[in-house]
């Protein structure tokens, strides 16, 4: 039998973290599912870590809650320790971990708002590069490895203010730069940006429930949390991965590519068609 692929899903208590690390369930990977919540509680929205592990071996996979609190690199260490002693391998980290506020949607502007806003540029930006500076050595040494940043339009036109602009953007760019250097190493690992689309998310529902006058044409766009891990996992299998690395992609436009779907058969439509906007590309020159 094939090996099963091992991935990592961080901040995977809920939204897309949780829809991704089911989706890829669904097509038989172990997944370890990190984050802070693991019980009721724990945040004011629902989801634990233990809940969506139980959801991933449902679906078909097996599911391993690792609870991480992905601000402190000796617990994101201990998380890496814990897999590479288990598995003897990553084959895909999907860093999707972020300090998200529901401040971030409030009016005003970035000086109104709270401080702690700036947080998504550490649990988000720092967190990502900490997690992939700690996967890459095994994935080089296997020469196979793709790791994800789940990012959105945001990283190209303003959205919520220059803390999530900031964030998005800045994955957007660690995926470029990382694999310019996984292609100087002479190595198989890819890394790709994904946009991803409003998602079905418990926040994102409370928030057009809350103002349906500024958010309900939403309703028309939103894909379910478990769209881009199914996109995930068709990148992962497709034998040319590796053209496509360092590139920021958009999650719909790489389903219609692959044949992927939405819950019940539905195309999600392409920020390119609904916003207008496409993802910077950066240019060819190396410094060193």
């Not at 829809?19 to 097509?27: D, E, K, V, Y």
């Amino acid at each position: 039998m094939p090996e099963k692929t091992i991935a990592i899903v961080t901040g995977a208590s809920r939204g897309a973290g949780r829809g991704i690390a089911i989706a890829l369930g669904s097509h038989g990977c172990t997944v370890y599912v990190t984050g802070r919540s693991e019980k009721r509680g724990d945040h004011a929205l629902p989801g634990t870590i233990y809940e969506t592990a139980e959801a991933v071996t449902r679906a078909g996979g097996k599911g391993i809650a690792v609870r991480c609190d992905h601000g402190d690199d000796a617990q994101v260490e201990a998380l890496f320790d814990q897999v590479l002693s288990d598995e003897g391998r990553i084959d895909i980290l999907v860093n999707n971990a972020a300090a998200v506020y529901d401040e971030l949607s409030m009016p005003g502007q970035f000086w109104e708002k709270p401080r702690k806003l700036a947080d998504m540029i550490d649990v988000g930006i720092r967190s990502g590069y900490v997690a992939s500076w700690l996967a890459a050595p095994g994935m080089v040494a296997h020469d196979r490895g793709l790791i994800v940043f789940t990012s959105a339009s945001g990283a190209a036109h303003y959205s919520m203010g220059p803390a999530y602009g900031a964030h998005k953007a800045g994955l957007d760019k660690m995926a470029f730069d990382m694999a310019v250097d996984f292609k100087a190493a002479g190595t198989n690992v890819s890394v790709l940006s994904i946009w991803m689309g409003a998602l079905a998310t418990d926040r994102l529902l409370g928030m057009i429930e809350a103002d349906p006058d500024k958010f309900s044409y939403l309703r028309d766009q939103i894909e379910t949390p478990e769209f881009t891990g199914h996109v995930i996992w068709a990148l992962h299998s497709d034998p040319e991965l590796a053209s496509l690395s360092g590139e920021t992609v958009i999650g719909a436009e790489m389903a219609v590519k692959y044949g992927v779907t939405d819950e019940g058969g539905r195309q999600p439509p392409s920020y390119r068609d609904s916003h207008k906007v496409a993802p910077r590309g950066y240019y060819p020159l190396v410094i060193r």
